[in-house]
């Protein structure tokens, strides 16, 4: 069993790096910490895409951390949540998802956490899915469950409101998604839970089931969102988002992209250098005394090297200087071979998954983000949606900066 390591600096600096709020207090949480009791904590992911994503990986880190200290670590998977949809900052309700579907989103997550937590050896973090004690409930428990909060509660947050101005439905489960998160925090009887600064009111949700059903304390810790200096968050609808299962090349090429006004809130909450080289990196970035170029490469090496490997961080660093600071081609381009002779640009796309939408391709396209190259000659911006390709000779396809696809047929 590890043991709790208690070292003042460590707790002060996992109590202070990337964290938003905690409740009830830092000072109760600390002295908890610093008391050399094991506190069990967790963290939830709903399975509602494929692969996790750096957002996602700032919680795990801060599991991590946590775990590192000799605390008690659990994974929790939304198996049962995923399927209502987390209704949090949406404008309309989330499409409902099968438990197959669920599942086999959720199928990589714990390999993708396994770059930052440990599941093995004498502390391993603990994989939990919630349909096990959710499938459990009853109609009577639910109503009874669902009789500690109101409707005034569910109904006053920004996104149901925005809804409400909008004449846009609300549906019934969308209250309920707080109520089960809730009941997660009941079911595992944990300490603590953890979780972006937007998930605050179902985390609270659970802090107030807790104490109703258990007359216990939960402490919560809201982590900061990440986003550029002017507040923009960065994830899906930016396109900006890195997704755990990118290529090495693609993970440090999107880094790039991302305005310098993000990179010191990124080394803070995406890498582990040390802490006082990271308050250093902000203040040389204020100052102006550091290059948010350097600085930039340096945190897509970072956190490339996290997810794929020292090796294959610094070969992602290689192909960048190539094919984007000095404007080569790959050398190796993938190659996708297609049955059809004459083909619509975006049903291209979406058949040779550069895109998963057509709606993301007709996007693109509408930004200049998708040009052709053929035989000899130079590529070409393509923004007709309705353009037809003739296939008589091999073309290649560039989608932003750095992906590339040849189409044979």
């Not at 938003?20 to 908890?32: A, D, G, M, N, T």
């Not at 991590?64 to 209502?84: N, P, S, W």
């Not at 080289?277 to 204020?286: T, V």
Request: charged share 30%; net charge neutral.
């Amino acid at each position: 069993m590890a043991k709790v390591i208690t070292d003042k600096k460590l707790v002060d600096e996992l109590l202070s790096r990337g964290v938003e709020k905690i409740y009830p207090s830092r000072e109760l949480l600390e002295k908890r910490l610093l008391s050399g009791e094991k506190i069990r904590l967790y963290c939830g992911y709903d399975p509602s895409a494929t692969s996790l994503h750096v957002g996602n990986a700032i919680s795990i880190n801060k599991l991590a951390q946590f775990q590192k200290l000799g605390h008690e670590v659990i994974f929790l998977l939304g198996d049962f949540t995923g399927m209502i949809g987390d209704p949090t900052d949406k404008k309309a309700a989330r499409k409902k998802l099968t438990r197959e579907e669920v599942l086999e989103n959720a199928r990589e997550y714990q390999s993708q956490a396994s770059a930052y937590l440990d599941f093995d050896g004498d502390n391993p973090a603990q994989v939990l899915y919630n349909s096990a004690w959710n499938d459990k409930l009853n109609f009577k428990d639910i109503i009874e469950l669902s009789s500690n909060f109101t409707v005034q509660q569910m109904i006053q947050r920004d996104m149901f409101q925005e809804r409400l101005k909008e004449a846009k439905p609300i549906y019934l489960h969308e209250f309920l998604y707080p109520l089960t998160q809730a009941y997660d925090s009941v079911a595992m009887d944990v300490d603590l839970e953890i979780g972006g600064n937007d998930q605050m009111f179902n985390m609270m949700c659970g802090r107030d089931l807790m104490k109703t059903l258990k007359n216990k304390e939960k402490f919560v810790l809201t982590l900061k969102l990440l986003a550029d200096d002017a507040g923009k968050k960065m994830g899906k609808s930016e396109g900006n988002a890195v997704f755990l299962n990118a290529t090495p090349n693609d993970m440090y090429g999107i880094i790039m992209s991302w305005p310098d006004g993000s990179i010191a809130l990124a080394f803070e909450l995406c890498t582990n250098i040390p802490y006082e080289e990271m308050k250093q990196i902000a203040s040389d970035l204020k100052s102006a005394k550091a290059n948010p170029r350097d600085l930039k490469m340096k945190l897509a090496l970072e956190i490339t090297k996290i997810n794929h490997g020292t090796k294959l961080a610094l070969e992602a660093q290689e192909n960048f200087i190539k094919t984007i600071q000095n404007k080569e081609m790959p050398d190796e381009i993938p190659s996708y071979q297609t049955k059809s002779k004459n083909i619509n640009i975006v049903e291209l796309l979406l058949e040779s998954k550069m895109v998963t939408s057509k709606g993301e391709a007709r996007r693109l396209m509408e930004q200049g983000g998708i040009k052709i190259k053929t035989g000899t000659t130079d590529f070409v911006v393509i923004k007709d949606t309705n353009l037809t390709l003739d296939l008589k000779e091999e073309i290649i396809i560039q989608r932003g900066k750095r992906q590339y696809l040849r189409i044979t047929k």
